[in-house]
């Protein structure tokens, strides 16, 4: 099984906010920032924890009110 990557834009402000958290549980993802003027990350997904994370986010949406848009596919690749 090899590790699942998705896109997002978020917010400027949240992108050290959201590594902090999606870290501290210990392999389950892997933030990268790919455009910070954009504010487009990578979340590298351990292979099994896509529910962990989609739970995550939809929990940081609801309650903290944070901007997580999913975007379609890699931002760097012809459209």
Do not use: Q
């Not at 990557?5 to 870290?23: A, D, G, P, Q, T």
């Not at 954009?38 to 739970?55: H, L, Q, T, V």
């Amino acid at each position: 099984m090899e590790s699942n990557k998705l896109f997002f834009c978020v917010e400027r402000h949240e992108i050290s906010y959201l590594r902090w958290i999606i870290e501290s549980y210990d392999g389950i993802a892997f933030l990268k920032t790919i455009d910070p003027s954009r504010a487009i990350i990578e979340i590298e997904i351990s292979p099994g924890c896509d529910k962990y994370i989609n739970e995550l986010f939809d929990s940081l949406r609801k309650h903290e009110n944070i901007r997580i848009e999913e975007m379609d596919s890699d931002p760097f690749l012809p459209a």
